[in-house]
């Protein structure tokens, strides 16, 4: 029912909208820290722009996505010119207003940029938070919505799409930092990051879990099932590709560095962790 263009959107879309979410909640929590009188650190500020842009061009190519599956994509703009209560036009300018309030906050970060008051800064990125949150939740939202495919009907889903994207988001701003100029004085946010990286893969763990026992309860959803699971099929791909390289070692590398209480720059981990996020997407398309 959905083709590759489609796959790859629901999961730019959702880590694109997670990386702006993160940089954005992180530039908040800093700027509450600095307090009124005093700017962010320039090392925190020249890797604001970075994941921002990340962010941006994801949203973009996730914007190309669906233009491209459009088949006429110069029709696109009928869907902002007779809009409707459905899902699909409720997600489309959800994603349109998050390309555009991250592209504002990503030309005010520019060097040379006309410069804004803190006030429309912070207000922006409060409203870019409840945008890209919006974003995260719909791209499962919208699968659990058709009834005619029982593998996707599904009350987790939105919940394991979300928290996918979260981790995955997470991942893309972690692999930023990495590579960040005097990393080390960011530190201790990266640590922050990195638990909440671990939350959100170890509540991946469960939500797969609910998911799963949910499919299992339902007889419509087992076949489906059983193709997301068999060896035969794409279980090699959902249990080795998805949960073992995707989830777990992400999960068990992010535990260790916290109960050893050092500092964990593992690049290669979260690449995993992103490309796991691509393969569950494409498992539980192809599954259904």
């Keep these: 029912m959905l083709d590759t263009f489609v796959t790859v959107y629901l999961f730019l879309g959702g880590c ?155 991942s893309v701003v972690l692999i930023a930092a990495s590579f960040a100029d005097d990393r080390f004085l960011l530190a201790a946010d990266c640590r922050r990051l990195r638990l909440a990286h671990a939350a959100s893969l170890a509540g991946e763990m469960v939500a797969v879990g609910a998911y799963l026992a949910l499919a299992w309860g339902d007889g419509f959803a087992r076949p489906g099932l059983e193709a997301l699971l068999s060896p035969n099929d794409l279980g090699s791909w959902f249990v080795v590709g998805f949960l073992g390289l995707g989830v777990a070692l992400p999960l068990g590398a992010e535990v260790f560095a916290a109960m050893a209480r050092r500092p964990m720059e593992a690049i290669p981990l979260d690449a995993l962790c992103i490309i796991g996020g691509l393969v569950l997407r494409f498992c539980v398309v192809i599954a259904a």
Excluded: H, K
């Design 16 to 170: 694109a909208a997670a990386v702006v979410l993160v940089t954005c909640a992180w530039s908040l929590a800093v700027r509450a820290a600095c307090g009124r009188r005093q700017s962010a650190p320039p090392v925190f500020g020249r890797l604001r722009v970075r994941c921002l842009l990340a962010g941006f061009v994801l949203l973009v190519l996730a914007v190309l996505c669906l233009l491209l599956d459009l088949g006429r994509p110069q029709l696109f703009w009928l869907l902002f010119a007779r809009p409707t209560s459905s899902l699909i036009s409720i997600g489309s300018f959800l994603l349109m207003a998050t390309l555009l309030v991250s592209g504002f906050l990503l030309g005010a970060s520019v060097p040379g940029a006309p410069r804004s008051s803190r006030r429309v800064l912070c207000s922006a990125e409060v409203v870019c938070c409840a945008l890209s949150a919006g974003v995260m939740l719909y791209t499962g939202l919208y699968m659990a919505c058709l009834e005619a495919v029982p593998l996707w009907n599904n009350p987790a889903l939105p919940v394991l799409f979300a928290l996918s994207s979260l981790s995955s988001g997470l």
